[in-house]
């Protein structure tokens, strides 16, 4: 069975960081792009980046670049993310998903087909 | 980046047929997918490429696209479909993501 398992609900003080980790099985890790998305309470769902983990390669939405930082640990079938100067506005549940490709019409795209549970993260003095 | 908007709300009498819409200029050229998310629960796909179904959904779920507009529809709507409902599509650049705002869609 294919599923992602992440870590535990963290509650962190403004200005620290945090590492989520996202724990694949049931399937080939190393085969499939991981994202990471985001949702604020009561919001909608918020595009981080992503990692291809075969090759180390990342990239991430703007506004996040400089603060977010994601690695695979292959031998561990393991994605994490971690996220610095945590402020308040970053409270969040914070989702893996993986990347499944698909062609359709000539054009090669992209879909999340599979999710973690999500984990919690909350910023608070 | 590029602006996307739905509905932020829809009510469907159970058994009727609701159609959620997405609208953005990128949808011109760029496929739409479709995540339903219960309350406190993860996302799940429900369609993607604008009108593909994965395994495990039920064919009352259907996707079309034309012009800037995608659109899902579900065919007699029972109350499990009760959920927010994302639309999400490839940003031109090709490594950049989006979700929409968001549609609640209620069964009555």
């Known amino acids: 069975q294919e599923q992602l398992v992440q870590s535990e609900t963290e509650v962190k003080k403004p200005g620290a960081s945090v590492k989520v980790s996202c724990k694949a099985s049931?399937?080939?890790?190393?085969?499939?792009?991981m994202n990471w998305v985001r949702q604020a309470p009561g919001q909608g769902l918020e595009w981080m980046g992503w990692?291809?983990?075969?090759?180390?390669?990342?990239h991430f939405a703007q506004r996040f670049q400089g603060r977010v930082t994601v690695t695979a640990d292959t031998s561990m079938d393991t994605a994490y993310m971690d996220l610095d100067n945590l402020r308040p506005g970053d409270t969040a549940i914070y989702y893996c998903?993986?990347?499944?490709?698909?062609?359709?019409?000539?054009?090669?795209?992209?879909?999340?087909?599979?999710w973690g549970r999500g984990t919690l993260i909350t910023v608070s003095s | 980046s590029s602006e996307v908007t739905q509905d932020p709300a829809v009510s469907v009498a159970l058994g009727q047929t609701v159609r959620i819409i997405c609208q953005g200029d990128?949808?011109?050229?760029?496929?739409a997918n479709w995540y339903q998310q219960k309350p406190g629960q993860a996302p799940v796909v429900v369609m993607y490429?604008?009108?593909n179904r994965p395994s495990g959904i039920p064919d009352r779920f259907s996707g079309s696209s034309s012009g800037d507009t995608a659109s899902l529809t579900i065919t007699g709507a029972q109350a499990e479909d009760e959920a927010d409902y994302y639309c999400?599509?490839?940003?031109?650049?090709?490594?950049?993501?989006?979700f929409g705002p968001g549609t609640k869609v209620t069964v009555l």
């Open positions: 049931g399937y080939a890790f190393s085969g499939y792009y």
């Open positions: 990128r949808l011109r050229r760029h496929h």
């Open positions: 490429g604008d009108s």
């Open positions: 998903a993986r990347f499944r490709g698909y062609s359709s019409g000539g054009i090669f795209s992209w879909y999340f087909d599979l």
């Open positions: 990692i291809n983990p075969n090759t180390g390669g990342t």
């Open positions: 999400n599509f490839r940003e031109s650049n090709g490594n950049d993501f989006v």
